[in-house]
């Protein structure tokens, strides 16, 4: 099986934003977590918080579905 330097880059690349991006997914859970623990800071509206969390949660599906493309694909 012979792989092409710029596979071999894209599926390195997509392994690096897989994992940044369950990071990012554990930071905000452990984020959340300690928020609520302390129910400190600002309160947020409830449309504020919802338009936040859709576009979290959105951003971080697309990245987990692209770079798992990036190594699945190529």
Do not use: C, P
């Amino acid at each position: 099986m012979h792989m092409d330097l710029s596979t071999i880059l894209v599926r390195v690349v997509g392994l690096f934003f897989l994992g940044w991006t369950g990071y990012s997914v554990f930071k905000h859970v452990k984020a959340l977590k300690a928020q609520r623990a302390q129910n400190k800071g600002k309160e947020q509206s409830m449309s504020e918080e919802l338009l936040n969390n859709i576009i979290l949660y959105l951003w971080l599906a697309f990245m987990t579905m692209f770079s798992i493309g990036m190594i699945v694909n190529n």
